[in-house]
């Protein structure tokens, strides 16, 4: 293997690239694969789309709205179930390029484990367990506001796989570095922070929202300061169980993508960037290579948790 800067460890899983493609960006991971220049072998991990024990057709529309830079979402858990998804699209993606992560979603504790042990017997990398939909009306965000609740579901679903779990946290809590250690406590082997942020916008005209869901998960360049502080908050939980945290939340550019991993952050996520440029990631890895060679670094795993205070 030739020796690759760029390379780091998460939760046992050599990535080629701390890049990480979040869920419901990427569809099952080869909704870019069409794009010219495009390749799953430039980032480290593909998180697949939210996938719960049946299919789910979503939420009504609209479910997309562009905001000043940003975008809210309200997609709902649109998927084919879990049983279509490791009997029929699993075995179609390549993971010779790069390593594949579930996103298990649910409604019921009892979902959430069904989903992880049917993820559990398949080729999947690891699971992220997604306790934090802010566009559901059941179940993500009750549990992923609710420490003791996030800790519930986490423990269930440990119980149910020996394969990395990912806990997502959510930004819509009281105190997300109390939900970061029962989830560790129950059994996560790392954390994705964050996930979107609540919000709604209106059509005045009408005067009705015009998220069909009424509210969505905001994501893209207008939550990266709070995610940044969310990030650097959850670090100081983790670092003292070796727990890595998958940094998220408006990242577009290199610099963004070192911000968070100065924060604490071991990998980072791209999402929203990519319905701009499809290409981002390629540009962010040639970045990190000129940033690690300017400053005498070996590794991106250096750069994980300098900040100076």
Avoid: W
Avoid at 28 to 40: A, D, H, I, K, L
Avoid at 82 to 90: A, M, Q, R, Y
Wanted: proline content about 5%; hydrophobic content about 40%.
């Amino acid at each position: 293997m030739t020796n690759n800067p760029l390379q780091t460890e998460f939760c046992g899983m050599h990535l080629a690239s701390p890049i990480v493609l979040l869920s419901g960006c990427v569809g099952f991971g080869e909704e870019y694969t069409r794009v010219e220049g495009f390749s799953n072998a430039d980032v480290g991990a593909v998180c697949l789309k939210g996938t719960t024990g049946g299919a789910r057709l979503g939420n009504p529309p609209h479910r997309v709205y562009e905001t000043p830079d940003g975008m809210l979402n309200a997609i709902g858990l649109q998927n084919p179930g879990v049983d279509s998804v490791v009997d029929e699209i699993l075995p179609g993606l390549d993971f010779s390029e790069t390593r594949f992560i579930a996103n298990v979603s649910g409604s019921t504790v009892e979902e959430y484990e069904r989903v992880t042990s049917r993820f559990d017997d398949s080729d999947i990398d690891a699971i992220e367990i997604n306790i934090s939909c802010p566009n559901v009306k059941e179940g993500g965000v009750a549990f992923g506001n609710d420490p003791d609740m996030s800790a519930r579901v986490v423990a269930a679903c440990r119980a149910q796989t020996n394969k990395p779990l990912i806990t997502k946290l959510s930004p819509n809590q009281t105190n997300i570095q109390e939900n970061a250690r029962l989830c560790i406590e129950a059994g996560t082997d790392g954390l994705s922070c964050i996930n979107t942020l609540m919000g709604m916008a209106i059509d005045t005209a009408t005067r009705k929202p015009i998220i069909g869901n009424v509210q969505g998960g905001l994501s893209g360049p207008a939550i990266k300061p709070i995610a940044l502080l969310k990030v650097h908050q959850v670090y100081q939980v983790a670092k003292n169980h070796d727990i890595p945290i998958i940094g998220q939340g408006g990242i577009t550019t290199v610099d963004d993508a070192i911000e968070f991993m100065i924060a604490g952050a071991s990998a980072v996520g791209v999402g929203t960037a990519l319905f701009y440029d499809p290409l981002v990631c390629k540009k962010i890895n040639a970045g990190l290579l000129d940033y690690l060679q300017r400053n005498s670094l070996a590794s991106v795993a250096e750069i994980t948790g300098s900040l100076q205070l």
